[in-house]
């Protein structure tokens, strides 16, 4: 089973995206968390796809495998643009990094380690069962986060 990718993907994203980015009253709880799902998915193979092929194109140097560039590019591939945008400057990250540059950067480091090291032996279907653990990342923070479901903090 492929998860995510797909023209339907793209049209159904960029057709609602201006409206969950803007927390439209006109769309509803199901349709937001259905466009985050999709809009997680595409993200979770654009961040497994690039770091898997950077892994293969950059040599290694100090271990067996390359370290940190593969981690580097799942991390820039899958945040969406956020990252150091040319017109901004630093000024994305001053106030901490967004959700999409830190799920994609912790996304792309554990498929890379899991994928170069000996806790891959013997697993079967490594590059699947390595995806499928990423979307479902991806979902479970893209719903918190798109939804608003954080606690609330009590105030003394």
């Known amino acids: ?14 057709f609602f995206i201006p409206s969950t980015s803007t927390r ?9 968390a259905g466009i985050i799902v999709l809009y997680e998915c595409v993200r979770a193979k654009v961040v ?4 898997l092929a950077a892994n293969a194109a950059i040599a290694p140097s100090l271990l067996s495998f390359p370290l940190f560039g ?3 590019c799942g991390t820039i591939s899958g945040c969406g643009g956020a990252f150091l945008p040319m017109n901004k400057g630093l000024d994305p990250i001053l106030k901490g990094m967004g959700y999409p540059m830190i799920t994609a950067c912790v996304g792309s480091t554990l498929v890379h380690l899991f994928m170069n090291t000996s806790m891959s032996e013997g697993v079967i279907d490594k590059k699947e069962k390595a995806h499928l653990h990423l979307v479902l990342m991806f979902i479970l923070v893209g719903l918190v986060n798109g939804l608003g479901l954080k606690a609330k903090v009590k105030q003394a």
Do not use: H, K, R
Not at 2 to 14: A, D, K, M, R
Not at 48 to 51: A, E, P, Q, R, V
């Open 70 to 72: 593969p981690i580097m």
């Open 1 to 14: 089973v492929e998860l995510g990718g797909g023209i339907e993907n793209y049209c159904v994203i960029s």
């Open 24 to 32: 439209s009253p006109s769309i509803s709880s199901i349709s937001q």
């Open 48 to 51: 497994l796809t690039f770091t």
